[in-house]
């Protein structure tokens, strides 16, 4: 029993603490998920170290909970309408984002002397976003335009780009390496991505004509929770992403589904409590001393991150013609990084053994800082674009 109150306890000490990040983010501008993070970065284990094990147990549960929610509503941004609007800019920014981000990576690293395998390895990882911290950094400014629309959407795609070209880099890489199992690694990228978008049509197609049909309130916020709990299962199960299949779960309901749009307000209604949990665990499994200890070549992969995003999110820019002020702040409002990150560094660490110590080393003490800071200037750009 006493295990269990502790439970308890610390969940509503957690709960809490998110009421208190939202109403201090709102009189200070400051991104909630920052202030979230910083909690559970002192009540974790590189500050007081006042989480219970058993609620930490429970991290990556809340994680595909919180996740997958999230991956609806990016996937609801996805209607009709945005895409006629903004679909070729959410296609060729993001693109070049993402390849500028992995060419600057990788030969910014090879230039300072990282073998080249580890150096096209980082760089494909560096791809990776953090979906969660920049949709909730949308979501609290409340801002509704262009930019914000088009942001959404990037952040939709920017798994499936990221893991396909994270895939086919780490083949070429593998070949350097001297390995040789490099078709059944494209062979797995495909299966992932793919297959998670079928998973998708076959769960959202007849949810978008049998969800909304009883009523508003209970039974609405039950077929939501319904959909995000099985999508994820079966996600899981099938081995697929979860995100990419709730991403495709969501724009198939915003863009079939003619008598309601309720469902996707009662993931907004309930998904707080969940995100409140999964970013303060967050926090808490970041270790602070892993950012001390990345040395000049974390630095320099955290430098030319930065560099590639800018540079991506001009070029996208440029080439859709954009205003010049959103084209400068496309990428560094893409700075946020999370999960995906570390699960791709823990393939790479095993495809190359090699190099399994460097790129892990790097991978989690820069997504400490990224998981920090980037939220942070998202909300600058967005304040900068505001209107």
């Not at 060419?103 to 980082?122: R, Y």
């Not at 099985?230 to 995100?243: D, H, N, P, Q, R």
């Not at 320099?300 to 991150?305: E, I, L, Q, S, V």
């Not at 995003?309 to 996208?316: A, N, S």
Request: one cysteine or more; a neutral charge.
């Amino acid at each position: 029993m006493q295990t269990e109150a502790l439970t308890l306890i610390a969940l509503g000490l957690l709960f809490l603490a998110g009421l208190a990040a939202d109403q201090i983010g709102k009189r200070t501008r400051l991104p909630r998920v920052t202030l979230l993070l910083g909690c559970g970065v002192l009540a974790g284990r590189s500050g007081f170290d006042l989480i219970p094990a058993e609620l930490t147990a429970f991290y990556p549960t809340f994680s595909v909970i919180a996740l997958t929610a999230v991956a609806f509503l990016l996937g609801s941004s996805l209607s009709w309408d945005t895409l006629r609007r903004h679909g070729s800019a959410i296609l060729i920014i993001s693109i070049a984002v993402v390849l500028l981000t992995l060419l600057t990576v990788s030969a910014g690293l090879w230039a300072v002397g990282v073998p080249l395998a580890a150096a096209l390895a980082l760089g494909a990882l560096s791809t990776a976003t953090d979906p969660a911290a920049t949709f909730d950094v949308i979501a609290q400014s409340g801002q509704d335009n262009g930019f914000t629309r088009t942001l959404k959407g990037i952040v939709a795609i920017d798994d499936a780009w990221g893991l396909v070209v994270f895939s086919l880099v780490l083949v070429a890489a593998q070949s350097l390496a001297g390995s040789g199992t490099e078709g059944a690694l494209v062979w797995h990228a495909l299966r992932e991505v793919f297959g998670s978008i079928l998973l998708g049509l076959v769960i959202g197609v007849p949810s978008a004509y049998l969800t909304g049909r009883i009523c508003d309130g209970e039974p609405l916020r039950a077929e939501a929770l319904g959909l995000i709990f099985l999508t994820a299962g079966l996600a899981i199960w099938l081995e697929l992403s979860f995100l990419i299949a709730g991403m495709t779960v969501g724009a198939v309901i915003v863009n079939l589904a003619r008598h309601h749009r309720n469902a996707f307000h009662e993931i907004e209604n309930f998904q707080w409590p969940f995100l409140i949990i999964f970013f303060i665990l967050a926090g808490a499994s970041l270790d602070l001393a892993e950012l001390w200890a990345l040395g000049l070549v974390g630095l320099a992969y955290a430098a030319f991150r930065v560099l590639g995003r800018v540079l991506g999110g001009w070029l996208g820019g440029r080439m859709i013609r954009a205003p010049k002020r959103e084209g400068l702040w496309y990428g560094p409002a893409l700075l946020p990084q999370a999960g995906v990150a570390i699960g791709m560094a823990l393939v790479a660490a095993d495809t190359l053994p090699a190099h399994g110590d460097l790129i892990m080393a790097i991978t989690i003490g820069t997504t400490v800082g990224f998981e920090l800071i980037g939220p942070l200037v998202t909300a600058v750009a967005l304040k900068r674009l505001a209107g």
